[in-house]
Structures are given as C-alpha cells and as structure tokens.
C-alpha cells in the first residue's frame, strides 16, 4: 500500500514569521493570515541501484548490474536527446524537456541580443502524463496516495528532507523549506509541474 507522509506546518504566504526580540511577540500580520498546511515528507532516497534492487522485488530476471546498466544508459541518453531539442516521453510518466533560463530583465535592444549573455542555464523540466490510461496530473495522482501524519510514526522514526508539498485549496500554495517563498515562487518550479535544473541553471525559464 502506497503512503504519503506528511507533518503539518503552520505558515503564511507572503509573510515571515518573526519574534520582536524586545516583546517577545509573533508578527501580528502572521498570527492574522497563517494557516496550517500540509507538508510531504521523504524517509529515503533511492539511488540508482537502490531503484535495481527494487525492480529485482518485483520478479525482474535480470540481475542489478544489468538493470543498472539499463537505467544508466537511459539517463545518458535522456539528456543527450534534450540537448538535441528534443522532448523525451517516458508513457505512464510523462515528458522530459528544457527551457532556458533567462538573465533578470532580458534584452530591451533586439539588435544587442545575444544568446551567450542572455541565457543563464538551462532547466530541466517535466510535465506528468495526463493521458486517460494513465494520468498523474496532480489531482490524479493525489488519488492514488494514502497520507499518514508523521506525528502517528512510531518515535525516533527517521526522515529525510521534506519535499514540496501542495494545496490545492489555496490555488496550488507549496511549502518548501529550501527554496522560494510561500506563494509557490521556487526558484526551481517550472512548466506545469515544477523541477530542477541541468548543471550551471539559474535565472527565469
């Protein structure tokens, strides 16, 4: 059975929650606006050959190293077609491809554009397959999910890094500790689901 953990947050967007040091209090525009929110949270990373070993559980014949071999020459692969201009489509997934990433305020004289100084980096990006045999469009893939408050786990479980979790109550409002702000504003989020960047990304897609 599938479980999504999550911990509940209390934040508001737009503003920081802060104490004034000489009265002790929280911002009163935060006691105001915060809501509490729910926030994904990961127990592991699988690598590469973590994710072998896993497809090995579900009675592949192939040995890990065979498996791993396959997946990386598929990542090799993957980005050798993105850098051809070229969308990758995983069906049951969804589609991987690139936009570029912009210095703040663009050109404003055609004549002076140029790509070396404009482009930034390049991001990778992926757009869910929404496909009616196998959508995983956000609100489709929330189906799937059973969701456990990690405050059930038993004590001194251990977790790893929170991902970013949604609400779609509050117009897809994310919460993420580590980047962007409270509005959904990463600086990774991109195309219609969001993702991170190929090496040396940076600035708008």
Known sequence: MSKIIYRK????PGVKQYLDEEKTQVNPEFETSSAYYAKAVSIETLNMRGMAKHILSHGSPYTVDVVMGVLEA???CLIEQLLESKKVKIEGLGT?????ANKEGGEKDLKKFNINSIATGLRLRFLPDQTE?????????LKKANFIDVATLAKGAEVETEETGTDDNNGGTEIDDNEGDNNGNGGNTGGNTGGGGLPGSGGEG
Request: aromatic share 20%.
């Open 96 to 100: 991987f491809y690139v936009t570029i």
């Open 9 to 12: 947050v209390r934040t508001a």
């Open 133 to 141: 045999e196998e959508n995983i469009s956000s609100k489709e893939f």
């Open 74 to 76: 598929y990542r090799n």
